[in-house]
């Protein structure tokens, strides 16, 4: 499970799928060295779509029961090893190669601020290493959870090793289903929390009034007026007190934002939801860098929402009233933004077989540092 040379050059996959489900993200990294020497290269990524049959089950999890978990789990577990092992032959590297596959799973529930409530991913490792014919690392948020950490954000840690030294001073800003905010200063240990809605509830209000995936470019949100009557009661959200670090999940800023939205009197039209929803976003990110102390520096906004120009510009209203602040696009790190997760997990997965700790209680508010993941072997021969 250690490698005995930390200095010879090992290849890890990440695997990654965001809430959306709408794709799992791949990324062959070539690593050499430990802790903050690491040198990192990103070989090949790719974005693989999930089967639509998949996504559904996907988006009804919280109503499955056990039986239908489990399948689910199982499926997931194959199908993300299907991937890997495609991936890797499109581009010619045998499994046998990787040190091992970094796989996060299908976030399908995560504790509403209480660590002893849980989370849950589902994507079987054992099955992704049976399907791949490599070692898999999984499970990365439940060590922390037993420290008495939140569990999330687990990105942080990659953050840390490529781009502390981007600026005396910045913050990457992944605007995935849920928001958060890592944010690194030199070799200090970095910050990170939630900020808290991001696409999340933007694509459920889109499901739920049309059936499309999501508001393609943020064309309807910029066709919409914010409604200011919703956005006094949405910002009074008691979650945008709670002191940092803070996690959220999908079982507060998910289906029940978009319910508390629907029953909204007067009536919310569709554009102008988003609209609202877009500022709320926006909102909750200055707010949170606001109550932090921030001092100032580059955000680097990444993840599905970095791609919606409604989102953008409402971030760049919101932060240009923190001093010194400027939004700047994340590419400018020397990074491909559309990799930053699935290369955080293979990251992840080799300061595991490092055995090293990859979140901090400045992150998670854990009592202690913590080595997060799971390991299951390659398959017998």
């Given at each position: 499970m250690y490698l005995a040379d930390p200095a010879a050059p090992r290849l890890l996959l990440g695997l990654s799928s965001g809430t959306s489900a709408d794709a799992l993200d791949l990324a062959l990294v070539r690593v050499v060295g430990q802790g903050g020497s690491r040198t990192i290269a990103v070989l090949h990524g790719a974005e693989r779509p999930i089967?639509?049959?998949?996504?559904?089950?996907?988006?009804?999890?919280?109503?499955?029961?056990?039986?239908?978990?489990?399948?689910?789990?199982?499926?997931?577990?194959?199908?993300?090893?299907?991937?890997?092992?495609?991936?890797?032959?499109?581009?010619?590297?045998?499994?046998?190669?990787?040190?091992?596959?970094?796989?996060?799973?299908?976030?399908?529930?995560?504790?509403?601020?209480?660590p002893q409530a849980g989370t849950l991913q589902l994507g079987d490792a054992a099955v992704i290493a049976a399907e791949l014919h490599a070692p898999v690392v999984a499970d990365f948020r439940w060590s922390d959870l037993a420290a008495g950490g939140q569990g999330a954000p687990v990105s942080p840690f990659a953050d840390w090793i490529r781009h502390r030294h981007a600026a005396p001073r910045l913050a990457i800003l992944n605007l995935g289903g849920i928001g958060n905010l890592t944010l690194l200063e030199g070799d200090a240990d970095p910050r990170a929390w939630d900020t808290g809605p991001a696409n999340a509830p933007l694509d459920g209000l889109v499901r739920r009034r049309t059936g499309a995936a999501c508001d393609v470019d943020g064309l309807m949100a910029l066709a919409g007026r914010v409604r200011k009557d919703l956005l006094t009661v949405l910002v009074a959200e008691p979650w945008f007190a709670r002191p940092l670090p803070r996690s959220a999940g999908l079982e507060r800023f998910g289906g029940p934002l978009v319910d508390r939205i629907e029953a909204f009197r007067p009536a919310v039209g569709l554009e102008d939801g988003l609209a609202t929803l877009v500022e709320l976003a926006a909102w909750a990110v200055a707010a949170s860098l606001r109550g932090s102390g921030w001092q100032g520096g580059s955000v680097h906004p990444c993840g599905g929402g970095a791609r919606n120009p409604a989102l953008v510009a409402a971030l760049q209203r919101h932060l240009q009233d923190l001093p010194g602040t400027q939004v700047r696009p994340y590419a400018e790190l020397g990074a491909d933004p559309d990799l930053r997760e699935a290369v955080a997990f293979a990251l992840l997965a080799d300061a595991f077989l490092m055995g090293e700790a990859s979140s901090w209680p400045s992150t998670t508010g854990a009592a202690r540092p913590c080595r997060l993941g799971r390991w299951v072997p390659a398959p017998l021969p």
């Open positions: 089967p639509a049959e998949l996504r559904v089950r996907i988006h009804g999890a919280g109503a499955l029961r056990a039986a239908g978990l489990a399948a689910l789990h199982f499926e997931l577990g194959r199908c993300f090893g299907q991937l890997a092992r495609e991936f890797l032959e499109q581009y010619g590297v045998a499994s046998s190669a990787i040190a091992a596959a970094g796989s996060h799973g299908q976030t399908v529930f995560h504790h509403d601020g209480a």
